[in-house]
């Protein structure tokens, strides 16, 4: 396992601000006090006989009984526990490289923090700090105690509970949450069965599977089967002649259940093909990749009605807990990964693409790209998968991310050169 930092741009509110602000000065009053204390400790030949711990205690727990530092109270208390922790780690790396217990330069004495430097307060888990699920959404919010929800730009997803975090506030006045997080070490190349998924509105998904030990390569379209389509058109059918019924007649409450029956119906037919398709894919596979669809911000767009049509949310859920309970792993990559626009074979940017066009020719290495196969490969890419995908010879991401029938072409071109 290593510690590895997350750190997002954060917009506290007014309010938020003004308490932080105390916070902030409150962790560097106590870190300050503490600093104060063991320079008189120390001059007064007494810094042996009194333990750090014993200093940390005066300046927060015995401090807050006093009149004059009564208002740390009104902080959250793990901040300022962190603080004195920085401020007596600050003095054990100075005595350490003092006493060359410590290798590299020798430390200074510690000093007292100003307010014109940069201000921080950090929260760990005991402090019951909280990243809120906010998933599928652009915006995070973390929960700090005394603080209230404070909102962050989510540019990447946090792979797990972090277990500290820290809010900062720049000299230029800019707020950043800083989380850390326990991330396990990748190691060499596991030969496992991988399939990435790029979920879509045209077709549901596609997904493309390699299998580095096999050296094989397979890929797939899969579409809604023919009963659920032949259902949805019925569907519409009969809501648009539902609402040519006058209201309030018998024959509009008919149409009314029957379109209700339908859209049950349709609803049991999706999730069935969801759950098959789930579980095939989890049955066969030791790691999937799919991407984090931006399904709030989606729902707000033109798109929403097919998003919703297309179940994608239940169809990950779905996908997640099957894997969840036979021990394969699942992988999501942030939202802004730009899948859809790069080709996948040589990494030429090929610029933003509207829906309608499927597939284009890169202008790097002269590939026919298929938009829903080309998107899945960086996804699996941009899971940090590359050497897996290496792992099955050179020519597998053109193998995988070709249109139909480039296959061929190439291999002309190849025979003439
Ligand atoms: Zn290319």
């Not at 397979?218 to 032949?230: C, D, G, M, S």
């Not at 209201?247 to 209700?260: F, H, L, Q, W």
Request: aromatic letters at 6%; glycine letters at 8%; a positive charge.
């Amino acid at each position: 396992m290593a510690l590895k930092r997350y750190r997002y741009r954060a917009y506290p509110t007014g309010g938020q601000v003004r308490m932080l602000a105390r916070t902030f000065g409150s962790c560097r009053v106590v870190f300050n006090d503490f600093v104060i204390e063991r320079q008189r400790l120390y001059r007064a030949g007494l810094h042996k006989d009194v333990s750090f711990a014993e200093t940390a205690r005066l300046v927060t727990t015995l401090a807050k009984q006093t009149p004059e530092r009564a208002w740390l109270g009104e902080v959250s208390a793990v901040p300022l526990q962190q603080a004195v922790d920085d401020a007596s780690r600050a003095y054990r790396n100075f005595f350490d490289s003092h006493t060359g217990k410590r290798k590299g330069r020798r430390m200074g004495m510690p000093s007292r923090k100003r307010r014109s430097h940069r201000q921080a307060a950090r929260s760990t888990a005991n402090a019951r700090f909280k990243v809120l699920d906010t998933n599928g959404s652009r915006w995070g919010k973390v929960r700090l105690p005394k603080i209230g929800d404070v909102r962050f730009a989510r540019s990447r997803d946090l792979p797990s509970a972090p277990s500290s975090v820290t809010v900062v506030l720049e000299p230029d006045g800019t707020y950043w949450v800083s989380f850390v997080v326990d991330e396990p070490t990748r190691e060499a190349v596991p030969a496992v069965k991988v399939a990435a998924l790029d979920l879509g509105l045209t077709d549901l998904a596609a997904v493309v599977s390699i299998d580095p030990e096999a050296g094989g390569t397979t890929r797939e379209k899969v579409t809604n089967p023919k009963h659920l389509r032949a259902a949805q058109r019925r569907l519409s059918r009969q809501q648009r002649a539902l609402s040519r019924k006058e209201k309030g007649s018998a024959n509009r409450t008919k149409a009314r259940i029957k379109v209700a029956r339908t859209h049950r119906k349709v609803r049991d037919l999706r999730a069935d093909h969801h759950h098959k398709l789930a579980r095939r894919l989890v049955t066969n596979h030791d790691v999937l990749v799919l991407e984090t669809l931006f399904l709030v911000g989606m729902g707000r767009t033109r798109l929403a009605k097919s998003v919703h049509d297309a179940g994608l949310g239940n169809l990950i859920r779905l996908i997640t807990e099957k894997a969840e309970s036979q021990g394969r792993t699942v992988l999501r990559i942030g939202q802004w990964e730009p899948t859809t626009q790069t080709c996948s074979v040589c990494g030429t940017p090929g610029g933003k693409k509207p829906l309608s066009i499927r597939e284009w020719t890169c202008g790097g290495c002269q590939t026919r790209l298929d938009r829903d196969y080309n998107a899945a490969v960086n996804i699996m890419v941009a899971a940090g998968l590359a050497e897996t995908l290496n792992a099955c010879g050179p020519g597998v991401r053109r193998t995988l991310a070709c249109a139909v029938g480039d296959e061929a072409g190439t291999h002309r071109s190849e025979a003439a050169a």
